[in-house]
């Protein structure tokens, strides 16, 4: 038998010293990343309104309102969406838009985002989604519930009908959510006059299904997305999507839908803009000191990043490179300005930072990372180093250093 000519070459991101993190590890890092970064922001929240009703209402709302506003011009612009929404798809002309063809989006964002599951059913009448896994598990009930209001936009636009009213013709549950302590993701959309249903509210999508739901069996279930099990994603209609696009398209649209989006709400809960960011710091700031409380997460960084024992335990590198590996997993490009003993500096453009998506900019990534990178530092190295973002031209300088501050978190 013949030797192979040589080996073959993998994508991956290459740390600080060397070792390549392997593609599918970094997207699968990269997603949770977002989703911790989405559970801080929610813990804002809850601290600024305690009424879980009233914030699930506000963010809810907002979801919906802005998933719409891709088609906010009118009939016209409506459908001029919808047609290229079914070229892009591969959605034959036989097709009728109703509103179950909404289930394309919210089965393509599920896998993108590796909510790993199955399409149980996807008829006129019914469309019935379960999901083995969820990134996003450790951000809450609100997040459960908010997601059914991008998915009744999703559902609205597909009929056709008009842009921001609640007009289409299904009844919309999440009837289990793995957030909240169930083995599965499931939603279920029915039709209201094939199943004698009435029009809901934002607080009524968590009722249970009307026709009997499917239970896979736990040794059929799956723990990853068709991009990480298959290379690819392939919908209904046979349209195919590579990891790698997809790994660049959540690495945009996870901060969208799961930052952004409720930001929105989330900022005028606050008195103002000052109480808001206030609230951030310390609640960002905390996160990141548990990230390292425990030595053996110091222990698994090392061993993850492969940080050589030359390098001891109090050097600003270990943080650096944990930055550093952070951002090449989020696909952000940034380049070393300095890296040794004595402190580390990387530079990265404000719109490549904060500008994940650049229709929806997102500052707060700045103050919180900031808060929680300065954080963890102080658990990760020791609290005689901290980490801040300095401000150059278009650039950010995200510094490692010695800093002594009398009023520190």
């Not at 010293?17 to 801080?40: D, H, M, Q, V, W």
């Not at 009929?159 to 609640?166: F, Q, R, V």
């Not at 209609?237 to 969208?256: C, H, I, R, T």
């Not at 229709?359 to 707060?364: D, F, K, N």
Request: aromatic letters at 10%; charged letters at 25%; a negative charge.
């Amino acid at each position: 038998m013949a030797l192979l000519a040589h080996v073959d070459t993998h994508r991956g991101v290459k740390t600080a010293f060397g070792k390549i993190i392997p593609e599918e590890e970094a997207y699968s890092y990269c997603l949770r990343t977002i989703a911790a970064f989405s559970a801080n922001i929610f813990q804002v929240m809850r601290i600024l309104n305690d009424s879980w009703e009233e914030r699930t209402e506000a963010i809810t709302e907002i979801a919906n309102m802005m998933n719409c506003a891709a088609c906010a011009g009118g009939e016209d612009e409506l459908f001029q969406y919808l047609d290229a929404f079914y070229d892009e798809w591969n959605i034959p002309e036989l097709v009728k838009r109703a509103a179950w063809i909404g289930a394309i989006w919210g089965d393509y964002g599920d896998e993108a985002e590796d909510m790993a599951g199955r399409v149980i059913q996807f008829t006129e009448n019914r469309v019935e989604k379960e999901l083995d896994t969820c990134p996003w598990d450790i951000v809450g009930s609100e997040m459960c519930n908010m997601t059914t209001g991008m998915f009744t936009a999703n559902f609205d636009i597909a009929a056709g009908g008009e842009h921001g009213a609640i007009t289409n013709d299904v009844q919309l549950n999440m009837c289990e959510a793995r957030g909240c302590g169930n083995p599965h993701c499931r939603v279920v959309a029915e039709r209201l006059d094939a199943f004698n249903l009435e029009h809901q509210g934002w607080l009524d999508h968590r009722g249970q299904a009307h026709a009997p739901v499917h239970d896979t069996p736990p040794e059929r279930r799956v723990r990853h997305g068709q991009g990480l099990r298959n290379g690819q994603y392939v919908q209904a209609f046979g349209e195919e999507n590579s990891l790698e696009w997809q790994y660049n398209w959540v690495a945009q649209m996870g901060w969208v839908w799961s930052c952004s989006f409720p930001l929105i709400a989330i900022r005028d809960m606050a008195d103002d803009d000052d109480e808001f960011e206030r609230l951030l710091r310390i609640v960002f700031a905390t996160a990141g000191k548990n990230s390292f409380i425990d030595f053996f997460a110091r222990e698994g960084l090392r061993s993850w990043l492969d940080i050589p024992r030359e390098i001891g335990d109090n050097d600003p590198r270990v943080m650096g490179a944990y930055i550093d590996a952070m951002l090449g997993c989020q696909l952000v490009p940034h380049e070393w300005e300095a890296f040794d003993a004595e402190g580390v500096e990387i530079r990265v453009s404000q719109e490549d930072f904060e500008g994940r998506f650049e229709m929806a900019p997102l500052e707060e990534i700045t103050m919180g990372y900031e808060a929680q990178w300065n954080g963890a530092c102080h658990t990760l190295v020791s609290p005689e180093w901290s980490v801040w973002i300095d401000e150059d031209d278009d650039d950010y300088i995200i510094t490692v250093g010695r800093k002594v501050d009398d009023r520190a978190l």
